[in-house]
């Protein structure tokens, strides 16, 4: 088709076959500016649309993760509270050892005091 052939547009359906006499008529160099700009457009949609699909993906994956830490992040917590525990009941254990350790240690003392006392110099 050269520049200088008409085409026929419906102006009322917008069907582009030219079949409607009602229609107006565009030289071809008019005519191709506007498919060019639906072509771009659909370009430009179709990488909105893959942007928007590797966006949700990532967006996806990143609440996996964030849902994973979650749960690591409770169980170290109900790890960390039974440490607690242990190391509480470590702490009074040790407490008690060096007690009954002095008490000996007391008595041991007592007892050479004793002994000396006892000895004649």
């Given at each position: 088709?050269?520049?200088?052939?008409?085409?026929?547009?419906?102006?009322?359906?917008?069907?582009?076959?030219?079949?409607?006499?009602?229609?107006?008529?565009?030289?071809?160099?008019?005519?191709?500016?506007?498919?060019?700009?639906?072509?771009?457009?659909?370009?430009?949609?179709?990488?909105?649309?893959?942007?928007?699909?590797k966006t949700n993906a990532?967006?996806?994956?990143?609440?996996?993760?964030?849902?994973?830490?979650?749960?690591?992040?409770?169980?170290?917590?109900?790890?960390?509270k039974i440490l607690q525990?242990?190391?509480?009941?470590?702490?009074?254990?040790?407490?008690?050892?060096?007690?009954?350790?002095?008490?000996?240690?007391?008595?041991?003392?007592?007892?050479?005091?004793?002994?000396?006392?006892?000895?004649?110099?």
């Amino acid at each position: 088709m050269g520049e200088k052939e008409k085409l026929r547009f419906c102006t009322t359906c917008r069907c582009h076959q030219g079949m409607h006499v009602h229609g107006t008529e565009f030289s071809n160099s008019i005519r191709t500016a506007p498919y060019q700009q639906i072509d771009r457009m659909e370009e430009l949609i179709g990488d909105l649309i893959g942007f928007i699909a590797k966006t949700n993906a990532k967006t996806a994956l990143g609440e996996n993760q964030l849902f994973e830490l979650e749960i690591i992040i409770a169980r170290l917590e109900s790890q960390y509270k039974i440490l607690q525990k242990n190391n509480e009941s470590l702490l009074s254990r040790i407490a008690s050892l060096e007690k009954r350790l002095d008490s000996e240690t007391l008595r041991r003392q007592a007892f050479l005091l004793e002994g000396v006392q006892r000895v004649p110099q």
